[in-house]
């Protein structure tokens, strides 16, 4: 009776796990979907999942009408420098948060917690008026120190929890075989950091692929503006959307984020893995 048991529970796990796959997937697909149909499917009263007649038109007019390509380098630009430096800027701040375990590093790691629930139009208006202040303006080094600044309290605290899990016996031996303390962070830490690091790099590239607000409120040119900004565009004045190049655009503007997980996913898993036998 327990083994029926234990396979029923499994199985219900199993179909609610199924059941949150579809959840999360309905957009996405629907999005694909409206992407490549033409206009007379999209206006239809009776929609169906797979176009009747598919269509790269949406994916041409996208092109057409806005300037889609200088928008996903301009985000792409933005995305990565803001990765990299709150990687570089987090990594020793959360090493010496972990390794020296005091009140104030305590505080800290809460306060920094706290800090993730303010609303991001209490934080605008003093980013605007210090980067005006800075004429960083409408540019894209002033909307990559917003973005570090944003994913900076985030990506510390996981990387805190990255070096606890990270054994500091490993550390003392490596000390007491003679290696000093760089050596010690280069040939011990980092490697066993590695897969920590790179899902925080991976977590700030998408807060600041996906991000409009800041972008919006920061970013005035047409040729200075992100991908997400740029598809505020197919929405017009009286907030009808041209549905169809919308889709295609908004479909392109999720792929670098999936090709990019898909890539490095292996490695992370791998990473941790071979950490966890290390340990």
């Not at 139009?121 to 005006?132: A, D, Q, S």
């Not at 917003?146 to 490596?174: C, D, I, K, S, T």
């Not at 598809?231 to 907030?239: Q, W």
């Amino acid at each position: 009776m327990s083994m029926r048991t234990s396979r029923t529970a499994r199985a219900g796990q199993y179909a609610a796990l199924l059941g949150y796959l579809v959840f999360l997937a309905f957009p996405f697909l629907w999005l694909i979907s409206t992407a490549f149909k033409p206009a007379r499917e999209l206006g239809s009263l009776h929609p169906t999942w797979i176009p009747d007649h598919p269509t790269l038109d949406n994916f041409r007019k996208a092109f057409d009408e806005q300037p889609l390509l200088q928008a996903a380098a301009n985000s792409l630009i933005a995305a990565v420098c803001a990765a990299l430096i709150a990687v570089v800027v987090a990594t020793p701040m959360a090493y010496v948060m972990a390794r020296r375990r005091s009140r104030l590093s305590t505080a800290a790691t809460g306060w920094v917690v706290i800090s993730q629930a303010f609303p991001l139009v209490l934080l605008i208006i003093p980013l605007f008026l210090i980067l005006k202040n800075l004429h960083l303006i409408n540019t894209l080094w002033g909307l990559i120190m917003v973005y570090v600044v944003w994913a900076l309290p985030f990506a510390l605290w996981m990387l805190v929890g990255y070096v606890r899990a990270v054994p500091a016996e490993l550390e003392e031996a490596a000390s007491v075989d003679g290696a000093g303390r760089l050596r010690t962070l280069v040939s011990v830490t980092a490697p066993l950091l590695a897969p920590g690091i790179v899902a925080t790099a991976l977590f700030a590239f998408i807060t600041a692929w996906n991000e409009l607000f800041f972008a919006l409120v920061l970013l005035k040119t047409p040729e200075k503006q992100t991908l997400p900004v740029v598809l505020t565009h197919f929405i017009g004045a009286e907030g009808a959307a041209d549905l169809g190049p919308l889709a295609a655009a908004a479909f392109l503007a999720t792929l670098p984020s999936l090709v990019i997980f898909a890539i490095i996913q292996r490695r992370i898993t791998g990473g941790m893995l071979a950490g966890a036998v290390k340990s």
